[in-house]
């Protein structure tokens, strides 16, 4: 069924491939500021988040790379994506044969994103979309993963504090847990170990600068 998240998705963007990762077809917007004013007017509602699912961002165009060039870290693996935004990181973990891939993603927006980017890229197989809150560590659910990815979430310092906690939480379990991240400000000093790195082609409304250097980062378990 049409929604009216769908309607104006389909309106207001571009079906069109990130730099870094030309494997996948994305719907993405070429102005966060005119996109932000116009999802206000047309839902009659002020308050209503930033639309970064509508931006690939560098964080997670590098780990999408990261996992197209690395295919085995994910093949036959449960993956989650946290902060999923366009979707473009769980994408990328079942383009590359992932057995499943749940996304994290609290904004209709971005869910919604989601599944329409499933369906131009022809994956709309074994997935989820978690518009909830996540398993606490003490639940059964909580052990369906064996992999956990999380491209450019450390923007916001409370919210960065939590997901810092929830991605060590999962290193602590033995889980893969990688990062995406440009160098944003609330990116974690400690507990993290680099694999790798990546000039990500960005659109100077989005970043400062037309090209980020963008790195992959292991979390390390804190016992």
Not at 142 to 158: C, H, M, N, S, T
Request: glycine share 6%; proline share 7%.
């Amino acid at each position: 069924m049409t929604t009216a998240y769908d309607c104006f998705i389909q309106k207001n963007t571009i079906l069109t491939s990130p730099p870094l990762v030309p494997e996948l077809k994305l719907h993405l917007a070429n102005d966060a500021t005119t996109l932000w004013k116009m999802t206000e007017s047309e839902m009659k509602n002020t308050n209503l988040p930033l639309p970064f699912w509508a931006f690939a961002w560098a964080g997670g165009q590098a780990l999408a790379r990261y996992i197209l060039d690395n295919p085995k870290l994910v093949k036959g693996k449960a993956v989650l994506d946290i902060g999923a935004g366009s979707g473009i990181v769980g994408l990328s973990a079942l383009l590359s044969l992932a057995s499943r891939v749940d996304f994290k993603e609290i904004d209709p927006f971005a869910a919604e994103s989601i599944r329409l980017n499933l369906k131009a890229n022809n994956l709309s197989g074994n997935s989820q979309i978690i518009e909830q809150d996540l398993p606490k560590p003490d639940s059964f659910n909580w052990k369906r993963w064996d992999i956990i990815l999380a491209g450019d979430v450390f923007y916001e310092q409370p919210m960065s504090n939590e997901i810092l906690k929830y991605l060590q939480s999962h290193a602590n379990a033995g889980r893969l847990v990688l990062i995406g991240d440009p160098g944003r400000p609330y990116f974690p000093k400690k507990g993290v170990e680099k694999l790798f790195q990546y000039s990500v082609q960005t659109p100077t409304h989005l970043e400062q600068h037309p090209m980020c250097v963008t790195k992959i980062w292991k979390v390390i378990p804190s016992f």
